[in-house]
């Protein structure tokens, strides 16, 4: 049975413009499922480079990164000694909460799984739902997310969906 509270111990702090530029990638392939990484230093748990990548599927109801461009992708973050730091995807029609292909897909253990809900018009203007998850062994557990302006330990922070 997946864990749908979320769990006080795990946050997701990542900067606005990160935030924005996943949106607006949400909104810009709506109505298919938009997915993309966002990488940063090993060890570090700071998304720092945004990645956006082609649905595959090309769907409205599933994404898949393609199988080349992951490649690529994971040797560049090698080379720069990064790792995924979050896995993103967009969902069309339905709230931001993992599906069960979600869940059996989730491969980084160690990544935050941002989801963002484009529904009801969100795709167009408006609010949009960001939520984050940590999805290991099948179990999912919603975390906290933080949006600063910048990486700056003197920022205060804005609470998301506490």
Do not use: Q
């Not at 769907?59 to 973050?77: I, Q, W």
């Amino acid at each position: 049975m997946a864990d749908t509270s979320i769990d006080s111990g795990t946050v997701l702090t990542i900067d606005r413009a990160t935030v924005d530029a996943i949106i607006a990638h949400a909104r810009r392939d709506h109505p298919d499922e938009a997915c993309g990484v966002v990488a940063g230093a090993i060890g570090s748990d700071l998304p720092t480079r945004h990645v956006p990548m082609l649905n595959a599927a090309m769907s409205p109801t599933f994404y898949e990164f393609d199988s080349g461009d992951l490649l690529r992708l994971y040797r560049d973050m090698d080379d720069r000694d990064e790792e995924p730091v979050v896995v993103y995807h967009s969902h069309t029609a339905t709230e931001a909460y993992p599906s069960r292909t979600d869940i059996d897909l989730a491969s980084e253990p160690g990544a935050h799984y941002v989801l963002v809900s484009t529904r009801d018009g969100a795709h167009e203007a408006g609010p949009v739902d960001v939520r984050s998850y940590r999805i290991v062994d099948g179990e999912v557990t919603e975390e906290e997310v933080r949006i600063v302006e910048r990486y700056d330990h003197d920022v205060p922070h804005e609470k998301v969906n506490p």
